[in-house]
């Protein structure tokens, strides 16, 4: 099945010591998205890639760091983590084009915790 | 700035209870409005609105939108434990950047 793949779903980290979050989709879509959510709150769009245009968010922290290497892969390199970082990190596709009603797959999401 | 609302942010009923979870936004000439269910795991989409008045249903599941008023309810009827979720709103702009989510409504159904 066409699907949205992140791994892995637990990741646990020091503080302040290098971490790379993976996501894979067979959708083939064009867009690909990493949010952050936090306990009771929205997720919160990091940044995206439009193919291989980077879009990052106005607030993202310097500290996330994205890398598309192809359609299929996306990682989100969190380059020095802090206790503040500890969330849920979610990897969205989607479609975008003429026709297209760009909505989102999710995949699985990774828990980050940062010791 | 462009913002969704949901209320109420939590909610406990009885199974059998038919629930009403509301989403108001404030974003200018938005494209669609969607919701979406998540369990302990990454949101599953239920439903894409685009237009006013038209009511989508998927079983238990009812949704509405108001353009007018900015505003659209997720009905549930016959509520099962099973629905027990955060049901997230999200709006989209037409600027293509991104998808506004609301904080969520986080439902619990108990027996």
């Known amino acids: 099945d066409a699907m949205v793949i992140q791994n892995p779903r637990y990741q646990v980290t020091q503080f302040g010591k290098p971490v790379t979050l993976s996501c894979s989709q067979t959708l083939n879509h064009n867009v690909m998205y990493w949010y952050q959510q936090k306990s009771s709150q929205a997720p919160k769009l990091l940044f995206h890639y439009y193919d291989k245009d980077f879009n990052n968010e106005a607030d993202t922290p310097d500290n996330f760091q994205s890398r598309r290497p192809n359609t299929s892969f996306c990682f989100l390199d969190i380059r020095s983590p802090g206790l503040g970082d500890a969330a849920m990190y979610l990897c969205?596709?989607?479609?975008?084009?003429?026709?297209?009603?760009?909505?989102?797959?999710f995949g699985s999401g990774t828990q980050l915790s940062v010791l | 700035e462009d913002k969704v609302v949901q209320s109420p942010l939590s909610l406990v009923v009885h199974e059998g209870d038919t629930v009403t979870l509301n989403c108001s936004y404030e974003?200018?000439?938005?494209?669609?409005l969607l919701w979406y269910k998540q369990e302990k795991k990454a949101p599953t989409f239920l439903f894409m609105l685009?237009?006013?008045?038209i009511e989508k249903k998927s079983g238990r599941l009812s949704s509405i939108l108001d353009k007018k008023e900015l505003f659209s309810i997720l009905n549930i009827t016959a509520t099962q434990t099973g629905d027990s979720a955060v049901y997230l709103c999200a709006v989209e702009p037409p600027s293509y950047d991104k998808v506004i989510f609301g904080p969520g409504t986080s439902l619990s159904v108990i027996p």
């Open positions: 969205a596709t989607s479609l975008r084009g003429w026709g297209t009603d760009e909505k989102l797959f």
């Open positions: 685009t237009s006013s008045g």
């Open positions: 974003v200018t000439n938005f494209r669609s």
